[in-house]
């Protein structure tokens, strides 16, 4: 996800002197569908080329062994070089620079057509975005409208009051309608704060909801390195923060790019990491050992924090007491599927979001588009709504439908689910498991 902003730098930098081909080749079954990839190509704002490598052809032929791998080929179609993991504008600026430089010494450079046909994608005006996260409170609701980059307060139910956020992508603070965000996701609410996980923006925000004021209460904007100290909140580059939990004056980060849980001292204006090495993987132990993958929600109960481990499709308890890390459900980068059960058995498929009500945890298995709970004691798992189709239909639990929840949250009236690629909040009763639209076209 973090190569996509490099990509569109280098597009808008070097105009038609470059042409970048996207080759997806997928990890999760469900990404081998072209109508999610193109979910996808419009969630991101993708602009080039993107081709369906679903069968690892493309991959194979260059020799893929990580995502994502960067592979330079010259005008005369030759394979000049290969880049495995992510690549900082600072570090790919210059290396396109110097390679287009040659090229245009040896008069081998010519303004390319693209190398594909592109398949017109239009994305139709939707009243929310690719919502990814919901939090209910007591007497209203707030959506993280993200491609819309705005924070949206609706009622119960769904009326919308009011909105915080110009609509552009950009870090700007100030009153409601000119303040700006890009791609938020988790929200944490303390009395009249919302704070917000400004995903894009590698930024933690804060919404006064008295006075519609924004602000910026931790990162710089730009996106900090795979390993950090921490330090002074506003001083400190972040890295896709996803998900937010908030224990009395701590508010604790899923930290998606470095693939740690933070914590910001909201008092002393501090934050650093609290869980995990920066490795990515799945490994249980003391909390400055474990290891995570791409963390993508939160929720924390009586001192325990339970993570939504999107890349293991895990469930991980961080015991934050104790300082411990351990797997109630999942079991490593490449072990996913659709399996209820207990335990070991039990596989989940990129789950984006994590709540919980009465003892039970409630997931949003994103690519398996379920609903499912889990009771942590026993490990267990059981589906609750979602025929598991990709489709949009309310009525009966087992008969609903979604695409790709990214994010849920218990209230009072029911469990409230952002259907993220189905540009909807829904709502299911706790009683009965019937599905409705709350709000969304």
Same mark, same amino acid.
């Given at each position: 996800?973090?190569?996509?902003?490099?990509?569109?730098?280098?597009?808008?930098?070097?105009?038609?002197?470059?042409?970048?081909?996207?080759?997806?080749?997928?990890?999760?079954?469900?990404?081998?569908?072209?109508?999610?990839?193109?979910?996808?190509?419009?969630?991101?704002?993708?602009?080039?080329?993107?081709?369906?490598?679903?069968?690892?052809?493309?991959?194979?032929?260059?020799?893929?062994?990580?995502?994502?791998?960067?592979?330079?080929?010259?005008?005369?179609?030759?394979?000049?070089?290969?880049?495995?993991?992510?690549?900082?504008?600072?570090?790919?600026?210059?290396?396109?620079?110097?390679?287009?430089?040659?090229?245009?010494?040896?008069?081998?450079?010519?303004?390319?057509?693209?190398?594909?046909?592109?398949?017109?994608?239009?994305?139709?005006?939707?009243?929310?975005?690719?919502?990814?996260?919901?939090?209910?409170?007591?007497?209203?609701?707030?959506?993280?409208?993200?491609?819309?980059?705005?924070?949206?307060?609706?009622?119960?139910?769904?009326?919308?009051?009011?909105?915080?956020?110009?609509?552009?992508?950009?870090?700007?603070?100030?009153?409601?309608?000119?303040?700006?965000?890009?791609?938020?996701?988790?929200?944490?609410?303390?009395?009249?704060?919302?704070?917000?996980?400004?995903?894009?923006?590698?930024?933690?925000?804060?919404?006064?909801?008295?006075?519609?004021?924004?602000?910026?209460?931790?990162?710089?904007?730009?996106?900090?390195?795979?390993?950090?100290?921490?330090?002074?909140?506003?001083?400190?580059?972040?890295?896709?923060?996803?998900?937010?939990?908030?224990?009395?004056?701590?508010?604790?980060?899923?930290?998606?790019?470095?693939?740690?849980?933070?914590?910001?001292?909201?008092?002393?204006?501090?934050?650093?990491?609290?869980?995990?090495?920066?490795?990515?993987?799945?490994?249980?132990?003391?909390?400055?050992?474990?290891?995570?993958?791409?963390?993508?929600?939160?929720?924390?109960?009586?001192?325990?924090?339970?993570?939504?481990? $999107?890349?293991? $499709?895990?469930?991980?308890?961080?015991?934050?007491?104790?300082?411990?890390?351990?797997?109630?459900?999942?079991?490593?980068?490449?072990?996913?599927?659709?399996?209820?059960?207990?335990?070991?058995?039990?596989?989940?498929?990129?789950?984006?979001?994590?709540?919980?009500?009465?003892?039970?945890?409630?997931?949003?298995? $994103?690519?398996?588009?379920?609903?499912?709970?889990?009771?942590?004691?026993?490990?267990?798992?059981?589906?609750?709504?979602? $025929?598991?189709?990709?489709?949009?239909?309310?009525?009966?639990?087992?008969?609903?439908?979604?695409?790709?929840?990214?994010?849920?949250?218990?209230?009072?009236?029911?469990?409230?689910?952002?259907?993220?690629?189905?540009?909807?909040?829904?709502?299911?009763?706790?009683?009965?498991?019937?599905?409705?639209?709350?709000?969304?076209?």
């Amino acid at each position: 996800m973090h190569t996509f902003p490099q990509l569109r730098k280098i597009e808008r930098k070097y105009g038609d002197k470059v042409a970048v081909v996207g080759v997806h080749s997928p990890k999760f079954p469900a990404e081998r569908d072209t109508a999610n990839l193109r979910e996808a190509v419009l969630r991101y704002r993708i602009e080039h080329p993107v081709v369906n490598d679903r069968d690892f052809e493309v991959w194979r032929r260059f020799g893929g062994r990580a995502w994502p791998t960067l592979v330079f080929v010259d005008p005369e179609g030759r394979l000049i070089g290969k880049h495995e993991g992510e690549l900082p504008f600072a570090q790919f600026d210059p290396l396109v620079q110097g390679m287009l430089q040659g090229f245009e010494a040896r008069g081998v450079l010519n303004p390319p057509a693209s190398p594909l046909a592109v398949e017109g994608i239009a994305e139709p005006a939707h009243t929310l975005n690719f919502p990814g996260k919901v939090l209910a409170c007591d007497d209203a609701l707030y959506i993280a409208d993200s491609n819309h980059h705005r924070i949206v307060e609706t009622a119960l139910d769904g009326s919308i009051r009011r909105a915080f956020g110009s609509g552009e992508p950009a870090l700007v603070d100030g009153p409601a309608q000119h303040a700006a965000f890009q791609q938020p996701q988790g929200m944490a609410r303390a009395g009249t704060a919302l704070y917000v996980a400004d995903t894009e923006n590698h930024a933690i925000r804060a919404i006064d909801l008295e006075s519609g004021q924004v602000s910026t209460v931790a990162g710089t904007g730009t996106q900090g390195p795979q390993v950090s100290a921490g330090g002074p909140a506003r001083a400190t580059p972040l890295s896709s923060p996803w998900d937010l939990a908030l224990s009395n004056r701590v508010c604790y980060v899923a930290m998606a790019g470095t693939h740690q849980i933070w914590a910001l001292d909201l008092d002393r204006q501090w934050i650093a990491g609290f869980a995990g090495t920066g490795r990515e993987g799945l490994l249980d132990g003391p909390i400055d050992r474990s290891w995570f993958a791409q963390s993508s929600g939160l929720a924390l109960v009586d001192g325990h924090l339970y993570v939504a481990d $999107s890349e293991v $499709s895990a469930v991980r308890d961080v015991d934050t007491g104790a300082g411990t890390v351990s797997t109630l459900v999942g079991e490593d980068l490449f072990v996913f599927g659709d399996q209820d059960g207990e335990g070991n058995v039990v596989r989940l498929q990129h789950p984006l979001g994590i709540t919980a009500r009465n003892g039970l945890l409630y997931l949003a298995d $994103s690519y398996n588009n379920k609903i499912k709970r889990l009771d942590p004691r026993r490990r267990a798992v059981t589906t609750w709504l979602g $025929s598991g189709a990709a489709g949009r239909a309310d009525g009966p639990s087992a008969f609903a439908s979604f695409r790709e929840p990214g994010g849920v949250c218990a209230g009072v009236r029911g469990l409230y689910i952002a259907d993220t690629n189905n540009h909807r909040i829904a709502l299911a009763d706790w009683e009965s498991g019937e599905v409705r639209t709350v709000i969304g076209d």
